[in-house]
């Protein structure tokens, strides 16, 4: 191998090494088997979602995975690899991912990593059973309105029970 190429390799393991380490979740797929149109309409929504899609070999992912503080996802990298990286959204490539290998059958979760800590298939399933930020945000909001909402309430009743009373 020239020294070029290894060079470009090299570069190559720091730039995916860079996204693994920035990445606020990394889900790792076989994509093997889909069709043309599955895998464009995958790309696409994990795209309008702001995930970044790659297929990516093996030996660079295995580099970077070290290079990132990784290494435990090394024995996800075992045949056709495609890796989602999500630097926004924790839950996007999951939830995405999942929801379509429910209809593309061919599409298989390896596993990944979230907020720096590696995950197994079944954590990475349980992520995508979580609502997603707009989700969480309305959810917080509105568990942040309740005890306002109760007060105004009692305050309410005691205006009622005093007018009643007048």
Excluded: C, H, W
Aim: proline fraction near 2%.
């Amino acid at each position: 191998m020239s020294e070029a190429v290894i060079a470009k390799k090299a570069e190559l393991v720091d730039a995916v090494a860079e996204k693994m380490k920035a990445a606020a979740s990394i889900v790792v797929v076989d994509s093997r088997g889909l069709t043309v149109e599955q895998d464009t309409n995958l790309r696409r929504s994990l795209r309008e979602s702001g995930v970044e899609f790659k297929v990516i070999k093996n030996s660079i992912l295995t580099r970077a995975a070290e290079k990132a503080g990784l290494d435990d996802m090394k024995d996800l990298f075992v045949g056709p690899s495609a890796v989602a990286f999500s630097n926004e959204d924790v839950v996007a490539p999951a939830k995405i991912i999942n929801d379509f290998a429910k209809e593309a059958e061919a599409l298989e979760i390896k596993g990944g990593a979230v907020e720096g800590a590696v995950s197994s298939v079944e954590e990475i399933k349980a992520l995508a059973a979580l609502p997603n930020r707009e989700g969480m945000l309305s959810m917080l909001l509105s568990v942040l309105q309740a005890p306002v909402r109760n007060v105004a309430y009692a305050v309410k009743a005691v205006a009622d029970s005093k007018d009643e009373v007048a």
